[in-house]
């Protein structure tokens, strides 16, 4: 078992002692997709998964899902959150048992969601169904200082609903002058790379496990798409994502790293409960 860099109250002091209200911005990753933003005293989760909900429900299947990384934070000590997103309706992107003890901690929470999965979402958190805030491929919110432009991810492939509305999105976050991109899970499709190439992405964050039928789960990128993606689109870094948490569904950071190096591309691996900072400005 992975132990994460951080974790417990060693990981809620460093979020705690970085709340330097600067200007920059802090990263921690938190495991799969889930990251943790804080920038002038806001702290908003992207995609948390911090459960055991799916190993749980797979565990007397043919496709079980077994943990490889401790996990890193009990959700529901984390009582200073003031934005969480979903990206899609997988539950390691949209958990009941991580997103329920949060939004019980902070009543004041944002949930912002694909505006074509208000009723999924609101059946599966329990909430009234006018709570979420709802984006779209092409739409943007600005929500607490923060604005969140969505753009289509393919999973493996674009899906909308019967009104042309995107089921799976990433999240373009807009704050100070900085910009970060979320992309949930996604493969590249045309048009993609020239489209997030206009907001002058700073760090992307982008999935790498990669993809292959036998897992029969939808997939992702690989780590040398991600890393030509994030040079096609001008990412100042590139942060890998979506490995070392189910030993059914992962990749090694290698070819990555590898191909990063070789389009000179910047990045940055980090461990579960690492922080990454923003350079001063």
Known sequence: MIRPVRSGDEL??????????????????????????????????LDPYLSNSLTKKYSQ???????????????ARLSFVDI???????????????????????PKL????????????????????????????GTDVEVLGIRFSGVASAHETV??????RSKFLGYVLEFGGWTIYHSGDTIRYPGMAQRLGTFGID????????????????????????????????????IPCHFDMFE????????FVRECK??????????????WESEVS
């Open 248 to 255: 059914f569904n992962t990749a090694t950071p290698d070819e």
């Open 61 to 75: 299947t043919d496709k079980p899902h077994v943990r490889m990384t401790e996990l890193v934070v009990d959700p």
């Open 12 to 45: 809620l002091e460093d979020i705690r002692s970085s709340d330097k209200r600067d200007g920059n911005f802090r990263l921690w990753w938190l495991g799969q997709s889930g990251f943790l933003l804080q920038w002038q005293g806001v702290h908003v989760l």
């Open 110 to 137: 944002k949930l912002v969601i694909p505006e074509a999965n208000r009723a999924f979402v609101a059946e599966r958190l329990a909430l009234d169904s006018a709570i979420p805030i709802g984006v779209d491929d």
């Open 203 to 238: 760090v992307a964050l982008l999935p790498i496990n990669g993809r292959s039928p036998e897992r029969r789960v939808p997939g992702n990128l690989f780590g040398a798409e991600a890393a030509q993606l994030a040079k096609d689109i001008g990412a100042g870094v590139v």
């Open 84 to 106: 969480a997103t979903s990206s899609h309706n997988h539950t390691d992107h949209l958990d009941g048992e991580t997103l329920g003890p949060i939004v019980l901690r902070n």
């Open 159 to 164: 899906v909308r609903d019967d009104e042309g």
């Open 262 to 275: 070789r389009r000179e591309q910047s990045y940055k691996v980090l461990q579960c409960g690492e922080r």
